[in-house]
């Protein structure tokens, strides 16, 4: 088994510079574009509301929002910088009230989108991206076509299909997006170790495909956090910024998101070294009010699809989980109503708002 070094990552960012200067560069309204406030304020995905949008899918009356426009106001009352969200396909007019009350309270939208897995899906996926145009998009937050690595595949063979299904679903999606003069960015999202990813991108090699940066996913895969940063920020368009908190369980480790500053990520540096490989990337919240994900690293499916892993690199994550687990116990959601989790949701939010803009310059 090889290791990828704290050395390599830095390596692969070498690389990626031609790209980052492609995607600053790009026609048409810029795909990498921060919108009018520099992208210097902390905007909100959909997933840090999953409580929420659950109230508002079942018409209960404690939901703070109910729509896209409800979602867009209730973050900018609490000082978000914008929203991203799916869009959808529409209708028009919708589409142009959410544009022109973004533009009224001076906040981005970027959008989220399934990626094409065949020619069948394009027109689907063209409509989408049409309508984020209209909506004032011009970044589209995407996942690859699986899960999480160590739950979805239990094979190598497994995640080699997965792997090429993913080129697939690049190629086909790149020239729609790239037509429309926006960006995919798309997310590491516990499914490809860095090195991996960063192939598939300098492969397709194109100024209409980047990255939504995650700061916590990949330590799933039992990656170094900040030398993950450092790898994947010249590719950066999008990032969803969370902090995390670990604890040691019976089969691997538990992760958890928690407030920011309250976990054991590097935020500032994160924040520093992202903002200086891609200046013009926006920051979204992704702060998920939920139990802690069970991280199986010690279990054999675990191991299926991780041949390339040494295990320095296995010894080195639980031996950082042990010495930095949190003191007290990991949040928990289960058992609490509706109501509470509602009001955790919202405190959440709002911590997450407060230390950004005081201790990151967000």
Not at 288 to 293: E, F, K, S, V
Request: charged fraction near 25%.
């Amino acid at each position: 088994m090889t290791e990828l070094t704290r050395r390599k990552m830095l390596g692969l960012v070498a690389g990626a510079a031609p790209l980052a200067g492609a995607l600053e560069t790009l026609t048409g309204a810029p795909a990498a574009a921060a919108g009018t406030d520099g992208g210097t304020r902390l905007g909100v995905c959909k997933d840090s509301c999953q409580v929420a949008w659950g109230a508002a899918r079942d018409n209960h009356p404690r939901a703070p929002f109910k729509d896209v426009l409800g979602f867009l106001g209730y973050c900018h009352q609490r000082g978000a910088g914008g929203i991203q969200i799916g869009l959808g396909t529409g209708p028009a007019d919708l589409l142009a009230r959410i544009r022109a009350k973004a533009e009224a309270y001076g906040m981005f939208v970027e959008g989220q989108v399934a990626l094409a897995r065949s020619k069948a899906e394009v027109d689907r996926l063209e409509a989408e991206v049409r309508a984020a145009r209209q909506a004032g998009a011009d970044v589209l937050r995407t996942v690859m076509p699986g899960g999480r690595r160590y739950e979805a595949f239990d094979s190598g063979a497994g995640f080699r299909r997965f792997v090429e299904q993913s080129w697939q679903c690049l190629t086909l999606c790149e020239p729609v997006v790239r037509k429309h003069g926006l960006c995919l960015a798309v997310e590491n999202h516990k499914d490809f170790r860095t090195g991996e990813l960063v192939d598939l991108l300098k492969r397709l090699g194109s100024r209409s495909v980047g990255m939504c940066v995650d700061t916590g996913n990949s330590i799933a895969l039992l990656e170094e956090p900040m030398a993950v940063i450092e790898a994947y920020a010249p590719w950066a368009v999008s990032v969803h910024l969370k902090d995390v908190g670990v604890a040691p369980c019976d089969d691997g480790f538990l992760l958890s998101e928690v407030p920011l500053g309250e976990g054991i990520l590097e935020l500032k540096q994160m924040v520093d070294t992202l903002r200086r490989a891609a200046p013009k990337a926006r920051f979204t919240l992704e702060m998920i009010t939920r139990d802690p994900l069970r991280i199986p690293c010690l279990t054999p499916k675990y191991w299926a699809t991780m041949d390339e892993v040494s295990g320095s690199q296995l010894a080195a994550t639980l031996t950082m989980v042990r010495a930095r687990a949190s003191k007290t116990p990991l949040p928990r959601v289960a058992g609490l109503s509706l109501e509470e989790k509602l009001q955790r949701e919202d405190e959440n939010i709002r911590k997450c708002l407060g230390y950004a803009r005081g201790r990151l310059g967000l």
